[in-house]
């Protein structure tokens, strides 16, 4: 069964303090995995796919990386308007449920000014 | 602009009245699934379609029907409603299942089963 771990469950930032999120995964075989934003009433917003180890994405201050077991998304100088749950989600090679994401919990972040 | 978008929004109604909420796209896409986040437990998934008339079980479907008559449209009914059904609902789409291509999400749909 696939499995996805993200931590912290919550992180409090000052505005320009980087950091970065964790997400662990545990795939028969990972086809990809995604980094979503979501914002307070609002469906989550789609930001990177990384497909294999050793793979990074940029976007203005968020950088995604993967390796075999974990991906993390760094946030570089970050501003209030980054405050969201980030969400990480990963789609098996495998399996009879073609298409399906299996999501972590996710990782509130708020970044004070 | 490219969407998907549910409706309603927001619904209180009774145990066992039946309801519908309906899913569009406007992306041409061919796979369509349905999601429900609940605290603590993340998004799940529920249904999925891979395409008209394809239409297959996530990991939460009891409780759940959905129909494909279309490809812009992915209905989610829910005959005979519970208060273990109170939740927030995604209604998502992708170009395709086994292409990477991201969902795309709706913006939710809150039901509360009283």
């Known amino acids: 069964e696939d499995q996805v771990t993200q931590s912290p469950e919550a992180l409090r930032l000052q505005e320009g303090e980087s950091s970065s999120l964790n997400c662990s995964y545990t795939?028969?075989?990972?086809?990809?995995l995604f980094w979503y934003r979501q914002d307070p009433g609002k469906g989550p917003e789609f930001l990177f796919t990384?497909?294999?180890a050793g793979e990074e994405k940029e976007k203005e201050r968020l950088k995604a990386t993967l390796t075999k077991k974990e991906s993390f998304l760094h946030i570089t100088a970050p501003k209030p308007e980054d405050s969201a749950t980030y969400l990480c989600?990963?789609?098996?090679?495998?399996?009879?449920?073609?298409?399906?994401?299996?999501f972590g919990q996710g990782t509130i972040l708020t970044v004070h000014p | 602009e490219a969407q998907v978008t549910q409706n309603p929004r927001y619904l209180i109604t009774v145990t066992g009245k039946k309801l519908t909420v309906t899913c569009s796209q406007n992306?041409?896409?061919?796979?369509m699934s349905w999601y429900r986040q609940d605290p603590g437990l993340g998004l799940r998934q529920i249904y999925y379609?891979?395409?008209?008339?394809?239409?297959d079980k996530g990991d939460v479907p009891e409780g759940y029907k959905v129909s494909r008559k279309e490809k812009r449209n992915f209905p989610l009914i829910l005959e005979s409603p519970s208060p273990n059904q109170t939740s927030l609902y995604f209604c998502a789409s992708s170009l395709g299942a086994t292409s990477n291509q991201p969902q795309h999400f709706g913006d939710g749909t809150r039901l509360s089963i009283l």
């Open positions: 992306m041409n896409h061919e796979y």
């Open positions: 989600a990963v789609r098996d090679a495998g399996g009879t449920s073609y298409g399906k994401l299996t």
């Open positions: 795939v028969s075989g990972l086809r990809g």
């Open positions: 379609s891979m395409n008209v008339e394809v239409t």
């Open positions: 990384l497909y294999s």
